[in-house]
């Protein structure tokens, strides 16, 4: 029988604020255990939480950054579990009226563009980190993280494999950036999936029963627990047997998938509004005000890029991967907008693979983008060809000649023979000193060509124009 | 809404609260009485009212996101019955 898998995702994104949703506590990563765990994030009695007005304005440019209704009143609830990370013995979350409802996010996959729904995104506090090592049989609990503000994004069951959510969570991992409301950084966990997957007959309305495996911190995680999770699935049902509906976590070292817990010992979370507070308003003229403060988004800028450049779908998704690329690119191509796809292709080839290399971001670059385009400018009016660029593009990242392209092209005696007369020498010398080359080429001999060229190439050391040494080497041969 | 004796036994695991047979019986009367007085609540035409979710009809206030509150881990350890290495130690929990 022929499967479908049917994947929804759930996102934890850290919202990158300063202080804690509901305290004022720090936020930042890394500080020693219970420092920055407060009265309220400790739940001493009589404290009461007060909602940080950042926490809120990120989670509403999330939702107009994916044209999604912002819902006012917003309400918060308690979810009530026992955990000693959880020292309420609840967190506060939202369950009705979650402050963004619906949108979409749109994806593309072999240069394919999907629309997948989304359910909501709310605002909710983070839990504390327990640590079961080396405290002699008891369990350390750290409360740094507790009250750390998250939007957990909830999409519907609209991918159907493992390439489609990745491309969906890296969609997404992109706009949380773009947007600044989360800086992405997944070994910290300020970015955790949660997958949703069941599987059921091609051609069938009906959802299977589904298994949750949690808290995926990589994308490459993300695919192959996706993918022995439908296996397994499968397997069980052309076995004739059924799913249990359960929680499932996925081992990275074994990759598969193991049972957390069942639906029978689930957590009736017992959701309530949380009476410490109090409706949240969003008036229409904060939203209006936060809608100006978003950049162009990613969506609208690839459609810019192939509309004003021509650039093809794969190069604008490339280049809006992150928006610091996109504004590179930005800049880069507003000093020399009629070779766009020059400057698109650099930017891709020559740079990317350098950042790479040397695991830099593109803010870091020391080829600035108008150092780039100083050299773009010499390839596009002929006096050095791409391969001498390369050599120029080398110069430039090193900082050598003060980041001078003539000066560079100069002293390394780069610039291109493109001068008619000089070529037609060059090439009559070459004729003259291979005489069979020509009788074969003219017999017919294709492959005589390129020797010819490769001669010609090499007696200027790589110098010549290639396009106008094809030029005049076929005018003379065929005279 | 009828109430099982089940029902009071779950919700009291749930909140982990420790009663006996004698006790959940209790318990079963007097919620079953607070659910009978909802359900002669719910008698109570209320189609032109809006839902509420808080009792006062006031809206919430937020705060700046600015850092107001310093390491006072020293003050809230002396509190706590055990701790190492700054972190606080509970019986062991492994889910």
């Given at each position: 029988?022929?499967?479908?898998?049917?994947?929804g995702?759930?996102?934890?994104t850290?919202?990158s604020t300063?202080?804690?949703?509901?305290?004022?506590?720090?936020?930042a990563?890394?500080?020693a255990?219970?420092?920055?765990?407060c009265?309220?994030?400790?739940?001493?009695?009589?404290?009461?939480?007060?909602?940080?007005?950042g926490?809120?304005?990120?989670?509403?440019?999330?939702g107009?950054?994916?044209?999604?209704k912002?819902?006012?009143?917003?309400?918060?609830?308690?979810?009530?579990?026992?955990?000693?990370?959880?020292?309420?013995?609840?967190?506060i979350?939202q369950?009705?009226?979650?402050?963004?409802q619906g949108?979409?996010?749109?994806i593309?996959?072999?240069?394919?563009?999907?629309i997948i729904?989304?359910?909501?995104?709310?605002?909710?506090?983070?839990?504390?980190k327990s640590?079961?090592e080396?405290?002699?049989?008891?369990?350390?609990?750290?409360?740094?993280?507790?009250?750390?503000?998250?939007?957990?994004?909830v999409?519907?069951?609209?991918m159907?494999?493992?390439?489609?959510a990745?491309?969906?969570?890296?969609?997404?991992?992109?706009?949380?950036?773009?947007?600044?409301?989360?800086d992405g950084?997944?070994?910290?966990?300020s970015?955790?999936?949660?997958a949703?997957v069941?599987?059921r007959?091609?051609?069938?309305e009906?959802?299977?029963?589904?298994?949750?495996i949690?808290?995926?911190?990589?994308?490459?995680?993300l695919?192959k627990?996706?993918?022995f999770?439908?296996?397994?699935?499968?397997e069980?049902?052309?076995?004739?047997?059924?799913?249990?509906?359960?929680t499932r976590?996925?081992?990275a070292?074994?990759?598969?998938?193991?049972?957390?817990r069942s639906?029978?010992?689930a957590n009736?979370y017992?959701y309530?509004p949380d009476?410490d507070?109090?409706?949240?308003?969003i008036s229409?003229?904060w939203?209006?005000?936060?809608q100006?403060?978003?950049?162009?988004l990613p969506?609208?800028?690839?459609?810019?890029?192939?509309?004003q450049f021509?650039?093809?779908?794969y190069?604008?998704?490339?280049?809006?991967?992150?928006r610091?690329m996109?504004?590179y690119?930005?800049?880069?191509?507003k000093l020399?907008?009629?070779h766009?796809?020059?400057?698109a292709?650099?930017i891709m080839?020559?740079i990317?693979g350098?950042?790479?290399k040397?695991n830099?971001?593109?803010?870091?670059?020391?080829?600035?983008?108008?150092?780039?385009?100083?050299?773009?400018?010499?390839?596009?009016d002929g006096?050095?060809?791409?391969?001498?660029?390369?050599t120029?593009?080398?110069?430039?990242?090193?900082?050598?000649h003060?980041?001078?392209v003539d000066?560079?092209?100069?002293?390394?005696?780069?610039?291109?023979?493109s001068?008619?007369?000089a070529?037609?020498?060059l090439v009559?010398?070459?004729?003259a000193?291979?005489?069979q080359?020509?009788?074969?080429?003219?017999?017919?001999?294709?492959?005589?060509?390129?020797?010819?060229?490769?001669?010609?190439?090499k007696?200027?050391q790589g110098?010549?124009?290639?396009?106008?040494?094809?030029?005049i080497?076929?005018?003379?041969?065929?005279q | 809404?009828?109430l099982?004796?089940?029902?009071v036994?779950?919700i009291a695991?749930l909140a982990?609260?420790?009663?006996?047979?004698n006790?959940?019986?209790?318990?079963?009367?007097?919620?079953?009485?607070?659910?009978n007085?909802?359900?002669t609540m719910?008698?109570v035409?209320?189609?032109?009212?809006?839902?509420?979710?808080?009792?006062?009809?006031?809206?919430?206030?937020?705060?700046?996101?600015?850092?107001?509150?310093?390491?006072?881990r020293a003050?809230?350890q002396?509190?706590?019955?055990?701790?190492?290495e700054?972190?606080?130690l509970?019986?062991q929990?492994?889910?």
């Amino acid at each position: 029988m022929q499967w479908e898998i049917v994947i929804g995702l759930e996102v934890h994104t850290q919202l990158s604020t300063q202080s804690k949703i509901f305290s004022g506590a720090s936020t930042a990563y890394g500080a020693a255990p219970n420092t920055q765990a407060c009265e309220v994030d400790l739940a001493l009695p009589g404290v009461l939480p007060v909602l940080n007005k950042g926490a809120v304005e990120r989670a509403i440019k999330f939702g107009l950054s994916i044209n999604a209704k912002i819902n006012s009143p917003s309400i918060f609830a308690r979810k009530n579990y026992f955990y000693p990370d959880l020292p309420k013995g609840y967190q506060i979350s939202q369950f009705e009226l979650p402050i963004v409802q619906g949108g979409n996010i749109h994806i593309q996959l072999d240069g394919e563009e999907k629309i997948i729904r989304l359910t909501r995104a709310h605002l909710e506090e983070d839990a504390g980190k327990s640590l079961h090592e080396d405290f002699h049989g008891m369990t350390g609990i750290d409360l740094n993280r507790a009250g750390t503000p998250l939007l957990e994004i909830v999409s519907e069951p609209d991918m159907r494999s493992s390439a489609e959510a990745v491309a969906y969570a890296k969609t997404l991992h992109t706009l949380v950036r773009w947007i600044g409301i989360c800086d992405g950084n997944m070994q910290e966990g300020s970015f955790r999936c949660d997958a949703n997957v069941s599987v059921r007959p091609m051609g069938s309305e009906k959802l299977g029963t589904r298994c949750e495996i949690k808290n995926l911190n990589s994308f490459r995680f993300l695919e192959k627990a996706i993918d022995f999770e439908a296996r397994r699935q499968i397997e069980i049902l052309e076995d004739g047997g059924l799913i249990r509906q359960e929680t499932r976590l996925y081992d990275a070292n074994k990759d598969q998938t193991r049972t957390m817990r069942s639906k029978e010992d689930a957590n009736d979370y017992r959701y309530f509004p949380d009476p410490d507070l109090l409706p949240l308003e969003i008036s229409h003229d904060w939203i209006e005000q936060l809608q100006k403060t978003l950049p162009e988004l990613p969506q609208a800028r690839r459609d810019r890029y192939s509309a004003q450049f021509g650039l093809s779908k794969y190069d604008a998704s490339v280049l809006t991967g992150s928006r610091e690329m996109a504004d590179y690119f930005d800049t880069a191509v507003k000093l020399l907008p009629e070779h766009a796809k020059l400057c698109a292709n650099w930017i891709m080839g020559e740079i990317s693979g350098q950042l790479n290399k040397e695991n830099m971001e593109i803010t870091d670059c020391p080829v600035k983008p108008s150092d780039l385009v100083a050299l773009l400018a010499r390839i596009s009016d002929g006096t050095i060809s791409g391969k001498a660029a390369k050599t120029v593009f080398e110069s430039l990242w090193q900082g050598e000649h003060g980041k001078n392209v003539d000066t560079i092209i100069a002293t390394k005696g780069l610039k291109q023979i493109s001068d008619d007369n000089a070529i037609e020498k060059l090439v009559d010398d070459v004729l003259a000193a291979n005489p069979q080359q020509v009788e074969d080429y003219r017999n017919g001999k294709e492959k005589a060509f390129n020797s010819l060229i490769g001669q010609i190439m090499k007696a200027t050391q790589g110098k010549a124009n290639p396009a106008q040494v094809n030029a005049i080497l076929k005018k003379k041969l065929t005279q | 809404m009828t109430l099982s004796l089940n029902d009071v036994k779950r919700i009291a695991d749930l909140a982990y609260i420790e009663i006996d047979d004698n006790q959940a019986q209790a318990t079963l009367t007097q919620l079953s009485s607070i659910f009978n007085l909802i359900e002669t609540m719910q008698s109570v035409d209320t189609t032109s009212v809006e839902p509420m979710s808080h009792s006062q009809s006031v809206t919430q206030r937020l705060r700046d996101d600015i850092v107001t509150d310093s390491d006072q881990r020293a003050l809230f350890q002396a509190l706590a019955p055990q701790v190492e290495e700054g972190l606080y130690l509970v019986p062991q929990v492994i889910e």
